[in-house]
């Protein structure tokens, strides 16, 4: 499904000085959310201050739910943003209309068909697959079987749904995504990251990527 090391995104950061901390641990981007009724909500000010502490080669990722293209726009003209991410019920010419990289969020509930969902979303740069829970849009902490995932998806995959420090490195071993997605499981209490664990998490995934590269 890939090869070279998984990359790392933190999603749901409020703090700059979290940002910094997972940059220089490692990761290769930072989840914003824009979708008011989740508790990592952050305004277009807030994010901007976050998306400014980042270092060359670490993207901001803005996550969007179902939300209204005019403010999409005015978030992009006011947060650097470097890829987009759709986790509600877009349709793909939607998705594609900003002039931004996106990757579109799959819920992985039964009957799903991601080979079909990939060819759907084509112009995305991935699909991002989260577990399936009634009335969430993601950041819920839980899990979907990893045996359902194929290994010959058309698009690259972003593994996302409860992971920890204690489980990615079974989920880089056994689904071999291209890259593993984190909010809840990096938290100290529902919002608030913990800077220990997001290194912890880092640091998992580079040692699972380094015993496979053995």
Not at 29 to 44: E, M, N, Q
Not at 118 to 128: E, G, N, T, V
Not at 158 to 168: E, F, K, M, R
Not at 186 to 214: H, N, T, W
């Amino acid at each position: 499904m890939k090869s070279g090391r998984t990359r790392i995104k933190i999603c749901g950061l409020k703090d700059p000085a979290h940002a910094k901390v997972a940059a220089q641990a490692g990761a290769d981007a930072i989840g914003l959310v824009f979708y008011p009724p989740s508790p990592r909500y952050v305004s277009a000010e807030e994010a901007a201050k976050v998306a400014a502490a980042l270092p060359p080669f670490v993207q901001a990722v803005g996550l969007f739910v179902n939300e209204k293209e005019s403010a999409i726009r005015e978030i992009l003209r006011r947060v650097p943003l470097d890829l987009l991410q759709f986790q509600g019920d877009e349709p793909p010419e939607f998705c594609a209309a900003f002039g931004k990289p996106f990757v579109r969020a799959v819920r992985m509930e039964e009957g799903v068909d991601l080979v079909e969902y990939a060819h759907r979303f084509s112009s995305a740069r991935a699909l991002l697959l989260d577990a399936h829970v009634a009335g969430e849009k993601g950041g819920t902490g839980a899990t979907f079987d990893w045996a359902r995932v194929p290994r010959d998806a058309p698009l690259p995959l972003i593994l996302s749904g409860g992971l920890t420090a204690q489980n990615v490195g079974r989920a880089v071993r056994e689904v071999r995504p291209w890259a593993v997605d984190v909010s809840s499981g990096v938290e100290a209490s529902r919002g608030v990251k913990d800077p220990a664990l997001i290194v912890e998490f880092i640091r998992s995934v580079q040692r699972e990527d380094a015993g496979q590269d053995a």
